[in-house]
């Protein structure tokens, strides 16, 4: 079974940064690609940003693209999402989740995820 944990949400002002944390137990980390979503109420999960099992590509949503950046430490069993210039359009719910992955591939839509965590609140005051 697959454990994953978020940390570091919180109340920030606009133009500030935080940086999310997730720590997945249970299994191999460096077998799994892994995602950050995130829900608004009244709106669809979206992936904000996605990463291969190795580390070395990332998929961006257009509307974080160079502001958000997301990247993993195998030996830490821990993915992060490090998020500046934060909008009060980022207040969301954000979701760690993972894929089994039996290749490079960077999947970045919900249902190709298997895992996910419990979710950590994000609010941005303008």
């Known amino acids: 079974q697959v454990q994953l944990l978020e940390s570091g949400g919180g109340l920030v002002q606009a133009g500030g940064s935080l940086r999310l944390s997730c720590v997945v137990s249970g299994r191999t980390f460096s077998s799994y690609a892994m995602g950050w979503f995130r829900q608004a109420p009244g709106w669809e999960r979206e992936c904000v940003a996605s990463?291969?099992?190795?580390?070395?590509?990332?998929y961006y949503a257009h509307s974080v693209k160079g502001r958000f950046t997301i990247s993993r430490d195998n030996a830490k069993n821990t993915v992060y999402l490090q998020m500046n210039s934060l909008e009060p359009e980022d207040t969301a719910v954000y979701f760690c989740?993972?894929?089994?992955?039996?290749?490079?591939?960077?999947?970045?839509?919900?249902?190709?995820?298997?895992?996910w965590g419990q979710g950590t609140q994000v609010t941005v005051s303008s």
């Open positions: 990463i291969n099992r190795s580390g070395v590509d990332a």
């Open positions: 989740a993972a894929r089994f992955a039996y290749n490079d591939y960077v999947p970045d839509i919900s249902y190709e995820y298997e895992y």
